[in-house]
């Protein structure tokens, strides 16, 4: 029997596997891997949880929210695998590699913990389940990128692994931990996958990387995202090409005159600053002072000046006064950024601020200051919004708007949402917009042509 989407070859009756994942981008990416690692060794995808014979969490724990979830997750099935035995229940990624044997201890009925370098063998381990009782996989390897490039939730846009690891160790991040040191991809072999992704329609892609402008260093051969980004500019057919995220210490001239120059490379750049206090800064071990981070969002500008810039913060690190975060709150204000992401401090166990730093900013005065930092960027946020009026914009829809069935959403260059009315679907088109009304989360617009 034939899967009708892969066109691969399945037993008469296939083994459904229910896949869900948490987290980051990165882990969405890596989750779809899998599903598609498990398409080619026969397997066919359901999303519904009770009808699956494998069932698996792909989750990231770079916020202990994500692993919560999961364990609740898991605490809903203790049923189902009363019922039916051998159902296989699975926790792959970050979390598996994190939490190793602690997950069976809080979740007696898994099967199987997968960490983020072995999901390549994941149809062996589920067919290993015939002999043993569990199993646990999360020492560090090579990771194959092997890929059935149909396997993707969007038809229009994809997501592309360039680099893993870092090797920067943030005192408050568990990444150098889960994903290990970082290890590129050759840049001939990510140009065959954005290729065999554009011949089957894709028009955006994403690459991705925790470091993702290291990109390169770690091959000692001159490559850099400058270079990957010029090789993957040519191909045919590709409409947009943007990349997350960054960190701060490798932004450079080269990369932003490559961005400047093609049309194809998205105005969009996520850099996070996390914190506004240099003392702060180095409790965290960034790397980087504020001058520094203020000097490259400058240079950012001058080169391209339409870029959309986005940013992290972390409120309510150990240690962090109301005079740090005045700071943060100053350097918001500065370089008006488009976008902020706010996170509130927590410690994540096996991380370095876990062992030495006490966690003793009240939580109520993290709320204050999430509150406050949001607020600001909300202000800011409408203002640049309303500043774009009249402006044309080329969009990629990606479907109808969450809030009202009658108008469709997508994306600039810049990353911005523009909603608007359409009489047809224009899902996964580029389609020319006029901005005419704001919030300081969207953008109205009306089609100007399709
Ligand atoms: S740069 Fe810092 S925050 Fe980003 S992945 Fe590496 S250790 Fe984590």
Redesign the pocket.
Known sequence: MMDAESGIEVSATPKRVYMEDFGCQMNKNDAELVVGRLRMDGFVRTPIVEEADVILYYACS?REHAEERVFGRLGQLKRLKKDRPETVIGVMGCMAQNQKERIFERAPHVDLVVGTQRFEDIAAFVKDLDHHARVIAVDQGEVSYRRDVSERPDQHQAFVTVMRG?????T?????FTQGRERSRAPEDIEREVRALVDDGVQQVTLLG??VNTYGLDLNCGESLASLLQRLEKIPGLRRLQFI?S?PTHIDETLMRVIRDHEVHARYLHL?V?SGSDRILRAMN?GHDVDSYRRTMDMVRRIVPDMSLATDWIVGFPGETEADFDQSVRLLRDVEFQTSFVFKYSTRSGTRAARALEDDVPEVEKARRNHVLLAEQETISARRHAARMGELHEILVEGISKRDDSRWFGRTAQNWIVVFRADRDLSGQFVKVKLVDSTALTLFGELVEA
């Open positions: 770079v870092c090797d920067k160790f943030c408050f991040c568990i990444v150098p925790q470091r995220t960190h996070p996390q960034r």
